[in-house]
């Protein structure tokens, strides 16, 4: 297994490794844009093949393991294996990062299981969340912690408040075109975190059977102006408010992975 390598993680994220690069904010800007256009969220390492008998390889949150699946295999993975390689990234680009504990909301607006999610705080000029494992919508750009709102390509509005939550600091909301208020997608405090924090509840989502992650497999990636999110039996497809989706057949669904996610599916 290959040690993480900065150049070939540059290039699997589509830029180019060779110039110096200022650990500032449109560095980390252009970093977090081109991971999430690159690199699918994807939850097949749980899930398998849909349409096999590849019961999936599941997730093991080290930096050689992730390294090997994300660059050299040119897999995706969920929140814990994006985010968990990225804070190396960050690392080795010489940002002052520290992994945090997020807790995504469901439906109700109750944040289980604790440490649902792994985000970023980078500190610049300001504090910034930075976070490559939202799935859809993609985070594009780096978050300011004292409410400015920030837009991207899709037309989706991001923004961090104070959370009114006892046991959280910040909630991050996004607005996407046609609704009519904000929503709410995860709180989060800032403590920093070593990897290793998140193995639990990582293995926990990726084992369980009451989990979300541990039905149907799910594939979405970021495109220039939208979304595409692919299902066993769908795929669909937004562009800054514009959504439309078609069935798709099981030979579709493969091919689809590589002509539109570019993702190469093998078990390890």
């Given at each position: 297994?290959?040690?993480?390598?900065?150049?070939?993680?540059?290039?699997?994220?589509?830029?180019?490794?060779?110039?110096?690069?200022?650990?500032?904010?449109?560095?980390?800007?252009?970093?977090?844009?081109?991971?999430?256009?690159?690199?699918?969220?994807?939850?097949?390492?749980?899930?398998?093949?849909?349409?096999?008998?590849?019961p999936g390889e599941g997730v093991t949150l080290t930096l050689p393991r992730l390294y090997e699946k994300i660059v050299e295999r040119e897999r995706g993975g969920f929140c814990f294996e994006?985010?968990?390689?990225?804070?190396?990234?960050?690392?080795?680009?010489?940002?002052?990062?520290?992994?945090?504990?997020?807790?995504?909301?469901?439906?109700?607006?109750?944040?289980?299981?604790?440490?649902?999610?792994?985000?970023?705080?980078?500190?610049?000029?300001?504090?910034?969340?930075?976070?490559?494992?939202?799935?859809?919508?993609?985070?594009?750009?780096?978050?300011?912690?004292?409410?400015t709102a920030v837009s991207d390509a899709a037309g989706v509005e991001w923004r961090v408040v104070e959370s009114e939550r006892p046991d959280a600091e910040f909630l991050t909301q996004y607005?996407?075109?046609?609704?009519?208020?904000?929503?709410?997608?995860?709180?989060?405090?800032?403590?920093?975190?070593?990897?290793?924090?998140?193995?639990?509840?990582?293995?926990?989502?990726?084992?369980?059977?009451?989990?979300?992650?541990?039905?149907?497999?799910?594939?979405?990636?970021?495109?220039?102006?939208?979304?595409?999110?692919?299902?066993?039996?769908?795929?669909?497809?937004?562009?800054?408010?514009?959504?439309?989706?078609?069935?798709?057949?099981?030979?579709?669904?493969?091919?689809?992975?590589?002509?539109?996610?570019?993702?190469?599916?093998?078990?390890?």
């Open positions: 297994m290959s040690s993480p390598n900065i150049e070939s993680y540059l290039s699997r994220i589509g830029l180019d490794p060779r110039p110096v690069r200022t650990a500032d904010r449109n560095t980390l800007e252009t970093v977090q844009r081109a991971h999430v256009t690159s690199v699918p969220f994807e939850t097949l390492a749980v899930t398998g093949d849909p349409f096999g008998p590849d994006l985010n968990g390689l990225f804070g190396w990234l960050l690392a080795e680009l010489g940002f002052d990062a520290d992994r945090i504990a997020a807790r995504m909301l469901s439906d109700d607006g109750d944040p289980r299981p604790p440490a649902n999610h792994h985000s970023h705080v980078v500190n610049l000029d300001r504090r910034y969340v930075a976070d490559v494992g939202c799935g859809v919508p993609s985070m594009r750009r780096p978050l300011p912690l004292d409410g607005w996407s075109p046609g609704d009519e208020e904000w929503t709410d997608r995860y709180v989060f405090e800032t403590t920093p975190r070593k990897l290793s924090y998140f193995e639990a509840t990582c293995d926990h989502l990726a084992t369980a059977p009451e989990s979300g992650f541990t039905g149907d497999p799910t594939v979405s990636i970021a495109t220039e102006r939208g979304h595409l999110k692919l299902s066993p039996a769908k795929l669909t497809r937004s562009e800054r408010g514009d959504r439309s989706e078609r069935e798709i057949t099981e030979d579709e669904w493969h091919d689809l992975l590589e002509s539109a996610f570019g993702l190469r599916y093998d078990s390890a």
